[in-house]
């Protein structure tokens, strides 16, 4: 592969058509573990192994579930995974400290027209802008992850200081439930858990914090050691084929995977048919990745900005 600025991942073949072609003698296949969490943006992943849709391409694709990004990483850099996918943060990490990594699919992308992840406040708040946020107290999974970087930006664009928040570690899970305590003042809520809290009326939203960030960027990517990605190119290519084509099929049926999610992340049925669903990227553009690189570096979070295309495999 070579640096672009734009990598085109998909073909123009039906998703489930890879089910009827020819398969590959088992022997004959190339083994690639992958990393991902349990997680609802993980279940076009999910879905392309449990359907065996990589097989026909002479793949044999085993799916191993991570715990969190930096974990993911490790397991790429140490060998113990082919490919895994992270939150970018992480990679922007990585690389920084001259860990070797490439990106070579996109994981999750944010879009504020279809926000999947909102800023909540407790349901008796009285706060409506930035400025009212000001000193409060902020919950998030890790310190200088990309919910604070999101909420510091939003402050800062809606009147607020962002220097003035305090940030504390909560689980997500439990990020709820410490809004509804008043142990913390604002937490930005994820799915499942935003659909649920909005339906019982639990929190309220004051605004879109990662949109503050950009209206469109990369969250999640997939990545490889470029050594590995550089010796593979022919397997990462049909990777990338079907990896595309099966998240061109959940994303086009939603309802119909719905049985998927609640498998894959342990949610009930009722949940997964209810909550708010991911639509996967399917193509890597570079432009996608940059806005997380500016924020971070403004807010922080990495020592510096780059161009995003030294993320990218290159000859």
Known sequence: MHRRTFMQLGLSVPAMAVLSSPARAQDDSQVIRVGAPATEDSTNMY?????????????????????????????VVSGAYEIAASGLLSILNAHLRGIPL?????????????????LQIPIDSNAKSGADLNGKTIGVPALNDVNSVSVRAWVDKNGGDSRSLQFVEIPNSALV???????IDAALIQQPSLSISLAQK?????????????PRFLVAVYVARPDWASQHQSALSRFNRVYVEATKYVNAHLSQTAPIVAEYTGITLSQAQEMRRTKNPTTLDVTLLQPMIDAAAKYGAISRGFPASELLPHA
């Open 202 to 214: 639990t929190t309220k939203t004051i605004g879109d914090a990662l949109g503050a960030i950009s």
């Open 47 to 75: 879905y392309a192994v449990k359907a065996n849709l990589f097989k026909p391409a002479g793949l044999d694709v085993q799916l191993l579930h991570t715990t969190s990004g930096s974990a993911a990483v490790a397991a």
């Open 177 to 183: 439930p410490a809004l509804q305590q008043h142990r």
């Open 102 to 118: 490439v990106v070579v699919a996109p994981e999750n992308m944010y879009e504020s027209r279809d926000a999947l992840s909102l």
